[in-house]
């Protein structure tokens, strides 16, 4: 029931936020040089893993994994062992995504990291008696240094700070949308732009606010007439080449004609229809 639930609650998001079920594509770059190479999504696959933990504690999760599959598939009476291998299946979606060219991100290989302490639980569980102490000894030995769960500079923090240089550098649009918004809808792309709509919400704006994705025959009219539908307009101009309403101001003179822009920074421009 949960993991329907689940992917109920996930369709019914997209639709209310980018306007579509599912999305399986266009919504990044194809620029990952393992692009359509299996040996080199599998060497980032482990280069990530080994990041988030330690060569060691990767190595020693791939061992466990290979016992595991040994020992289940050896005898008839062990064979529930090979329902633990499931657990690799979470490799599937850096694969995919990496194959695909999805950019490199190491927060994809996460849930392999708890896999790989599993997977060392059961090598050791599994070793012969008188050499279960020590292998728990060397484990330890080899994977306790490594751990660092208070490291600010840790892979996972940094790809998660990414944006903060842009945060900063959108003060001056949120700063020039507060004093000129008049409390009319602002068209901006949720799909471009959810992040900094979420940090809008900080600064006291709903998102009764915005027209986007999710609002149906509403936004598919904007975006045929942005200045018909909106005072003010959010750009993201860099990203993937820049969003929906960047390629409509560049590709539509007549439309951009409508619009002088007002601010800019970390890739986000405002505009305010003319008068």
Known sequence: VWPAAAGIGFLILSRATVGAWFVSSGFFIPDNPARGDASLVLEQIRDGVERLSSPAFAA???FGAVVVAARGLGTRHQRPLLVVLALAAMAALPFLA?????????RYMTPLVAASALFTGFAIGFAPSVARLAMLVAA???VVPDLKPYDHTAPMIAEARREERHQRARAEVTSALRSQWDGTPILMSMGSLA????????????IADFIHEGNGEIWTAALAD???HAEFLMVEERAEGGDVFSHLLRDHP???ARYERIAAGGNAALYRRRH
């Open 60 to 62: 020693l999760g791939a």
């Open 98 to 106: 990496f194959h695909a060219g999805h950019p490199f991100r190491i």
């Open 140 to 142: 330890a030995v080899l």
């Open 195 to 206: 992040h900094y709509m979420h940090d809008l919400g900080r600064e006291g704006f709903a």
């Open 226 to 228: 942005p200045a018909g």
């Open 254 to 256: 007549e439309i951009a």
